[in-house]
Nanobody
Framework: QVHLVESGGGLVQAGGSLRLSCAAS????????MAWYRQAPGEQRELVAD???????NYADFVKGRFTISRDSAKNAVYLQMNSLKPEDTAVYYC??????????????????WGQGTQVTVSS
């Protein structure tokens, strides 16, 4: 069982920065891809960025050049540095990890582990 705890959300003015953190705890698993999603009111949840175990990064077009995802695999942690924030970045941000249990079962995507979400609000 993987338990995720997020932190770092808050209220910031447009053009400002925030850094989100997500740490995984538990035992009996190996984490593979780590990702950040977001969901604005009335909208579907969407991928913001993900990072592979080898460090390959993938970004949604709407955050390219502004957000940076990173991970510390030794700590089972993933981070999202958000710069040049815009009001349209306002959303609840969720950490998500894919993982493989020690028994070999793979849990990915919707069936991976999700954090509780952290609110990011960008004022104009």
């Amino acid at each position: 069982q993987v338990h995720l705890v997020e932190s770092g959300g808050g209220l910031v003015q447009a053009g400002g920065s925030l850094r989100l953190s997500c740490a995984a705890s538990g035992s009996g698993f190996s984490i593979t891809t780590m990702a950040w999603y977001r969901q604005a009111p009335g909208e579907q949840r969407e991928l913001v960025a993900d990072i592979s175990p080898g460090g390959r990064k993938n970004y949604a077009d709407f955050v390219k050049g502004r957000f940076t995802i990173s991970r510390d695999s030794a700590k089972n942690a993933v981070y999202l540095q958000m710069n040049s924030l815009k009001p349209e970045d306002t959303a609840v941000y969720y950490c998500n990890v894919d993982y493989r249990s020690d028994s070999g079962t793979y849990y990915g995507g919707l069936f991976g582990s999700w954090g509780q979400g952290t609110q990011v609000t960008v004022s104009s």
